[in-house]
């Protein structure tokens, strides 16, 4: 397990001031909305989108937990830093394998991040025939359904 103080110390994680915690707790609270309804959105017509943006209300999420319960701000690597963190600070195996698969999901159909060049692979450029739509439709809900919508209740619980 990697230790908080080792990310303070490379930079990848700080600690937010009390001046930005408000505004910080206000983007993340809007941003997990915003991401979820899209992705509820666009699971028939963009199911690539909407399970980028599923990811995304997760991530969101997560560091929302982050900033509320820890007073914690991801810097670098935001997106496997977060999940280093997530594992540090809390003992729930089942949050930590979604929040993971999640990731993945994300990692494999993200072909804008850096970090995700390394994971292409053919199906994000799915070929829009209707078979094709309907797999990646059908992904999509599963996705939502039975990861994003589970991961944040949890986490929301964890916020109680």
Do not use: C
């Amino acid at each position: 397990m990697v230790k908080i103080d080792i990310l303070i110390k490379e930079k990848k994680v700080s600690k937010i001031n009390e001046l930005e915690l408000e505004r910080y707790i206000n983007f993340f609270e809007s941003s997990v909305n915003d991401n979820l309804e899209h992705s509820k959105f666009n699971i028939e017509k963009f199911p690539r989108w909407a399970i980028i943006s599923g990811y995304y209300a997760m991530h969101d999420m997560t560091k929302l937990f982050l900033a509320k319960r820890f007073r914690l701000k991801i810097d670098l690597e935001v997106h496997s830093t977060t999940i280093k963190v997530l594992k540090e600070l809390i003992d729930n195996k089942e949050l930590l394998n979604l929040i993971e698969k999640g990731y993945k999901e994300f990692i494999t159909l993200a072909n804008d991040l850096a970090e995700a060049k390394k994971e292409r692979v053919k199906a994000q450029y799915y070929t829009g025939t209707p078979f094709m739509k309907e797999e990646y439709s059908n992904r999509a809900k599963i996705f939502y359904n039975s990861i994003v919508l589970i991961y944040l209740n949890k986490m929301k619980r964890l916020l109680e």
